[in-house]
């Protein structure tokens, strides 16, 4: 539980929720069509690999689940230009 504390004050605890474009926003935009910039298509690469490295460190099914959640979690409410900080870029 506290692990998700830290996630949601680190991702959401700056920012209006309800008002900056998230990963899964920017994936929407670009099923409709929607062009995107180049900082966008790099927080959806990065998103990507930090998600299957974080998966791929999980050792049993419990885990695996609990981080599976909490990246959905991020993609759906967290602003997408955290993606572009650098520790992002592996």
Not at 6 to 28: H, V
Not at 72 to 82: R, S, T, Y
Request: proline share 2%; hydrophobic share 35%; net charge negative.
């Amino acid at each position: 539980m506290e692990n998700r504390t830290n996630i949601l004050n680190k991702y959401f605890a700056k920012a209006d929720i309800g008002g900056t474009p998230s990963i899964n926003d920017l994936r929407e935009k670009e099923y409709n069509g929607e062009p995107l910039t180049l900082k966008e298509k790099q927080a959806l690469v990065n998103f990507d690999r930090f998600r299957i490295n974080v998966l791929n460190a999980q050792t049993d099914d419990m885990s695996f689940h609990k981080r599976y959640q909490e990246l959905q979690v991020m993609a759906n409410l967290g602003d997408f230009h955290e993606f572009l900080k650098e520790k992002y870029f592996l």
